[in-house]
């Protein structure tokens, strides 16, 4: 089997790996700024409670939440599908990292700000919504690119739930041809060449988010 026969064949496993990324998006990214904010506003015992909740998701390994949900909710009378569980334990998981995000982007912002739109009358949902949040959220967009790539590897875990995504087809290219060389060096190469260009892209909004911090400053 030739090296572009082998690329062809993980690459087929391509839309599963997409489909659990999207998945997964639609968990992480409310679940990081409902938490993020929650955490930065909340006090006592509810900070608490919040904090707690993140760090079930931040801290547990992802392959045992996958197994653990996978197998384990049927014997409660609750059955999602692989695909569900996989974007739904990814999601948290990459969710409760970008919260942590958040939170520190609102901390780094001016407090004069969110007392100053107070002092015009505006709420603090407003100060919150119209303010703080589009700072916050341009601060950690590159973060966000680094927690993308980070949940695009993580993918190659759901080829344990029998998903058949591009790890999973390497498996299969491997139990075919028993070539481990050529077969696994055409993974690497694979999300490498997915993952490498949303590299560049994260460094390219970095570089201009700080260019625009620097000309806002000087004005």
Not at 16 to 34: D, E, Q
Request: contains cysteine.
């Amino acid at each position: 089997m030739s090296f572009p026969q082998i690329l062809l064949g993980i690459y087929s496993g391509f839309g599963v790996t997409l489909s659990v990324t999207l998945v997964a998006l639609l968990y992480a990214v409310p679940f990081a700024l409902i938490a993020g904010i929650l955490q930065h506003f909340s006090q006592g015992s509810a900070r608490w409670a919040v904090t707690a909740f993140i760090e079930f998701w931040r801290s547990s390994p992802v392959i045992v939440l996958l197994y653990a949900f996978y197998y384990s909710l049927p014997a409660f009378g609750i059955y999602l599908s692989a695909l569900t569980v996989a974007g739904l334990v990814l999601g948290m998981n990459t969710g409760g990292y970008g919260s942590q995000s958040v939170r520190a982007a609102l901390q780094s912002l001016d407090r004069g700000q969110a007392e100053a739109g107070l002092a015009l009358g505006l709420t603090r949902f407003t100060v919150l919504h119209q303010v703080e949040l589009p700072q916050a959220i341009t601060a950690m967009i590159p973060t966000f690119i680094n927690q993308v790539i980070q949940l695009i590897k993580g993918t190659s875990l759901v080829s344990l739930l029998t998903l058949a995504d591009m790890t999973f087809r390497a498996k299969e290219l491997f139990n075919y041809s028993y070539d481990p060389v050529g077969i696994y060096s055409g993974l690497l190469l694979a999300y490498l060449v997915i993952c490498y260009p949303i590299t560049i892209l994260g460094r390219r909004l970095e570089r201009r988010f700080v260019r625009d911090r620097g000309v806002s400053r000087e004005i």
